[in-house]
């Protein structure tokens, strides 16, 4: 099943199918065009005989989210467009997910990585939730999955932002530290592939009835939340600022 896109490539190998992100220059951020190239591989990926699907970043990152420079104007529409269709197509998929997170992650890809079905993350690795410095809060679920799944410990990072380190993340239940995450993730496709495909099916679907039941639900909100975040000055300070690289000044506006 190997596709190369421009910045997405997917390959079958050893029982599971292979995605992986390749914007290297730009540690992997998220333009339009990743987007749908992703898209497209999730979909085909969960269209296919192939019981495990393995996601992972070429390079320093696994990925740094949205390409700020080429944020769209209509910010929700995006999210329920392309980012949200994304988490969903992980979540609520037949198949069984696997995030081999090589390094660098930061954004709606903490969502990525963290809405799948397990979570194998390179030692040293840290997840940046930066949202805040845009004016803007959280998106693609992270608030969701960081405060329903990890739990109150996660306050902090869910309000304020900052850097998650790999041990609370493992700490917390959100996944395994190995230091060699993609060999990990095509070790656990084979076991799964040579396991019982429909227990595992009906499996994942308990889990999204307990965890994930009114997910679609938060999305939307979420939506609704950044819509009018990204009609505050705040947030126009904020991108103004991460352009000029420097630190924003907010106004609470």
Known sequence: MGVNSLFVTTEEKEGAILIRMNRQEKLNALNLQMRTE???????????????????GEG???CVGADVREMAQDIAED?????????K???????IYIAAVNGITAG????????SDYVLIKRGTKFSTAFQKLGLAPDSGAAYILYKLGGPKFTKYVLEGGEISDEELERGGLGKVVDDPVSEALALAKRISSGPARAFIA???????????????????????QDYLSRTEDFKEGLRAFLEKR???????
């Open 60 to 62: 320093r990152a696994f």
């Open 247 to 253: 630190e924003p000044v907010f106004k609470g506006r």
């Open 89 to 95: 197509l992980i979540r609520y998929s037949d198949k």
């Open 38 to 56: 992703l898209i497209d591989a999730l979909e085909r990926s969960n269209r296919s005989e192939v019981p495990a699907v393995i996601l992972t």
């Open 203 to 225: 499996a994942k679907r308990m889990i999204n009835q307990t965890a994930f039941r009114d997910f679609e639900e938060f999305l939307e909100y979420e939506a609704l939340l």
């Open 108 to 115: 709606a890809c903490i969502s990525f990585a963290l809405v």
């Open 79 to 87: 999210l329920r467009k392309t980012f949200h269709k994304i988490v």
